[in-house]
């Protein structure tokens, strides 16, 4: 005989509550006690009771889904599209975000559908799939400066929080970093180490975050007495730093300290070093960016710059069910900071 699913009754017998009380927090009415809701979120997990999306809907109006959006600029072609989620899937950055959401939304019963909108037409669908209550808000993560999207969703009045402050200022709540102490940090760690020739490889400077860490390395540096650190411009993928580090190689043979914007192109670096026969850190110590799964895997690992991108993202997902349920209606800031994480690289 198959066990009869868990009730209401079940999850209000186990929490030792009324089925009214697990009802409120179930439906996310306000105003019920943390300690409460913790209570019945428990009792839910042992019991393994399973609401009624389709009938919580009707009374919430809530689709308890977000939409998690990876945005870029301009209008992609189908190569182009491709080629965009291509690298998304491949930059440790983004299974981070997703780890940090999904562990806000999980156990509020809330899930996240992944959109892309690298064009017009793409974001065109986001916003009809907002505007049509599929899902209750959007969270984006936008990967060019220049993203329309971010506007849109503002002029349009949807729910929705960015991870990374906007080039252009809009009325939405977003989450960073710090990124200029955070470059200051490995400016800082290169010149302790006695590097004097340094240069440093750049994310693409149409992204906000790439142009604050090129800007707080160029003013550590000059404020140490260092008015010019060659530059070369990377994507923020492997390849891109194995390029702009040959490339600086060849202009800089003397090169004893580098500065990469991430950690993949870091791990790029640190291979150009290896072909060309220099020992990293004796002969060219690196610092990366991130702290990402990449810096431990790296040989050697990187002394890094950590993005808690988890936590960021987590707090990303938390102001967005603040603006969805009405507890928070002014946009906010949350702007953490960098922590730099010594290995063996630098």
Same mark, same amino acid.
């Given at each position: 005989?198959? =066990?009869?699913?868990?009730?209401?009754?079940?999850? @209000?017998?186990?929490?030792?509550?009324?089925r009214?009380?697990v009802?409120?927090?179930?439906?996310?009415?306000?105003?019920?006690?943390? #300690?409460?809701?913790?209570?019945?979120?428990?009792?839910?997990?042992?019991? !393994?009771?399973?609401?009624n999306?389709?009938?919580?809907?009707? +009374?919430?109006?809530? @689709?308890?889904?977000?939409?998690?959006?990876?945005?870029?600029?301009?209008?992609?072609?189908?190569?182009?599209?491709?080629?965009?989620?291509?690298?998304?899937?491949?930059?440790?950055?983004?299974?981070?975000?997703?780890s940090?959401?999904?562990?806000?939304?999980?156990?509020?019963?809330?899930?996240?559908?992944?959109?892309?909108?690298?064009?017009?037409?793409?974001?065109?669908?986001?916003?009809?799939?907002? =505007?049509?209550?599929?899902?209750?808000?959007?969270? &984006? &993560?936008?990967?060019h400066?220049?993203?329309?999207?971010?506007?849109?969703?503002?002029?349009? /009045?949807?729910?929705?929080?960015?991870?990374?402050?906007?080039s =252009?200022?809009?009325?939405?709540?977003f989450?960073?970093?710090a990124h200029?102490?955070?470059?200051?940090?490995?400016?800082?760690?290169?010149?302790?180490? !006695?590097?004097?020739?340094? +240069?440093?490889?750049? /994310?693409?400077? /149409?992204?906000?975050?790439?142009?604050? =860490?090129?800007?707080?390395f160029?003013e550590?540096? #000059?404020?140490?007495?260092?008015?010019?650190?060659?530059?070369?411009?990377? !994507?923020?993928?492997? $390849?891109? /730093?194995? #390029?702009?580090?040959?490339?600086?190689?060849?202009?800089?043979p003397?090169? $004893?300290?580098?500065? @990469?914007?991430?950690?993949l192109?870091?791990?790029?670096?640190?291979?150009?070093?290896?072909?060309?026969?220099?020992?990293?850190?004796?002969?060219?110590?690196? +610092?990366?960016?991130?702290?990402?799964?990449? *810096?431990?895997?790296?040989?050697?690992?990187?002394?890094?710059?950590?993005?808690?991108?988890?936590?960021?993202?987590a *707090?990303?997902?938390?102001?967005?069910?603040?603006?969805?349920?009405?507890?928070?209606?002014e946009?906010?800031?949350?702007i953490?900071d960098?922590?730099?994480?010594?290995?063996?690289?630098?």
């Amino acid at each position: 005989m198959s =066990r009869q699913a868990p009730t209401l009754e079940d999850v @209000a017998r186990e929490a030792g509550v009324s089925r009214a009380t697990v009802s409120r927090v179930i439906n996310g009415v306000r105003n019920v006690d943390p #300690a409460i809701q913790d209570l019945v979120r428990r009792a839910i997990e042992r019991t !393994g009771y399973a609401p009624n999306r389709a009938a919580r809907s009707l +009374v919430t109006r809530r @689709a308890e889904t977000v939409a998690l959006v990876v945005s870029g600029a301009g209008e992609a072609s189908d190569d182009e599209q491709n080629a965009f989620a291509t690298r998304v899937f491949a930059d440790p950055f983004f299974g981070r975000v997703v780890s940090g959401v999904v562990g806000y939304l999980r156990p509020r019963s809330m899930h996240p559908v992944l959109m892309f909108a690298e064009s017009a037409a793409a974001r065109e669908q986001v916003l009809g799939y907002l =505007r049509q209550g599929s899902a209750d808000g959007a969270l &984006v &993560v936008s990967t060019h400066a220049d993203d329309p999207l971010p506007a849109l969703l503002a002029d349009a /009045g949807l729910p929705a929080v960015l991870f990374a402050r906007p080039s =252009r200022p809009v009325p939405l709540s977003f989450v960073d970093l710090a990124h200029r102490d955070g470059a200051r940090l490995a400016a800082e760690r290169l010149l302790e180490r !006695g590097c004097r020739r340094i +240069v440093t490889v750049t /994310g693409p400077l /149409g992204v906000s975050a790439s142009q604050d =860490r090129l800007a707080g390395f160029r003013e550590t540096m #000059a404020r140490r007495g260092h008015p010019y650190v060659p530059v070369a411009e990377g !994507g923020f993928t492997l $390849d891109s /730093g194995m #390029a702009a580090m040959t490339g600086l190689l060849g202009e800089h043979p003397d090169v $004893d300290g580098v500065f @990469a914007a991430n950690d993949l192109m870091a791990q790029g670096v640190c291979q150009v070093l290896r072909e060309h026969g220099r020992r990293v850190p004796e002969d060219v110590a690196v +610092v990366g960016f991130d702290d990402s799964s990449v *810096a431990v895997t790296c040989r050697p690992p990187l002394t890094t710059v950590r993005q808690p991108v988890e936590e960021m993202a987590a *707090a990303m997902a938390r102001l967005l069910d603040e603006h969805i349920r009405g507890t928070r209606e002014e946009p906010t800031s949350l702007i953490f900071d960098p922590e730099l994480v010594v290995r063996a690289s630098g």
